[in-house]
Every structure is written in C-alpha cells, then in structure tokens.
Nanobody
Framework: VQLQASGGGLVQAAGSLRLSCAAS????????MGWFRQAPGKEREFVASIFWSGGGTYYADSVKGRFTISRDKAKNTVLLQMNSLKPEDTAVYYC???????????????WGQGTQVTVSS
C-alpha cells in the first residue's frame, strides 16, 4: 500500500486546512485509515481514523469538534478537514493505514510521507 498525503501549509490561528491522502496498491489489506502527527520534540500522536467499510470514526480528544475525517471510497482517498486551528496543532501530519482503528502505532501497517502543518498565532 502506498499513501500519498497532500494539503499541508501555513495558516493563521482559527483558520482551516484540509489534508488529503490517496491510497494505492493492496488497499484491501487494511480496514482503516487515519492520521498521526508529530510536533518538534514530541512523540508521534494519534489524530483521527475512519473504518474503510462502515465509515465509523475515532478522534483524539484534542481535536474533537474541530477536525473531521471522511473517505471517498471511489477515489481511495481519506480527507481530514481541520477547522479552528490552534498553534499547538503545528506538526508534521502522517497518513496511515492498518488494522482496528489504527489509534496506536502498533496497529499501523503503512505510513505515508508527512505533510507539514504550521499554525501561526
């Protein structure tokens, strides 16, 4: 499985960005996709995930109510709409695919390249 992420950039606090992740290859081997992020000097942390078939979603407490994850099955693409962004959301965001809700790294089978999100105050 190959994961191609895009959509990062620089935005002011309270602004919005949308990340996109296109999956290709043996995508049937994974039942969920999602996003992790890593800020400078911090450990990589879970952000959000979505079950590919049923569409169930799961969010980290820090982004609930602000971020929305969705999928386009026809395009094998997962989107992360990020609203009300805060400076503490600044990080490199990684698209992932794997098992369960991919809420921990041990359930992640594939990592995409990161895309930088910078939120200025």
């Amino acid at each position: 499985v190959q994961l191609q992420a895009s959509g990062g950039g620089l935005v002011q606090a309270a602004g919005s960005l949308r990340l996109s992740c296109a999956a290709s290859g043996r995508t049937f081997s994974s039942n969920a996709m999602g996003w992790f992020r890593q800020a400078p000097g911090k450990e990589r942390e879970f952000v959000a995930s979505i079950f590919w078939s049923g569409g169930g979603t799961y969010y980290a407490d820090s982004v609930k109510g602000r971020f929305t994850i969705s999928r386009d099955k026809a395009k094998n693409t997962v989107l992360l709409q990020m609203n009300s962004l805060k400076p503490e959301d600044t990080a490199v965001y990684y698209c992932v695919a794997g098992r369960g809700m991919v809420s921990t790294p041990r359930f992640v089978d594939y990592w995409g390249q990161g895309t930088q999100v910078t939120v200025s105050s």
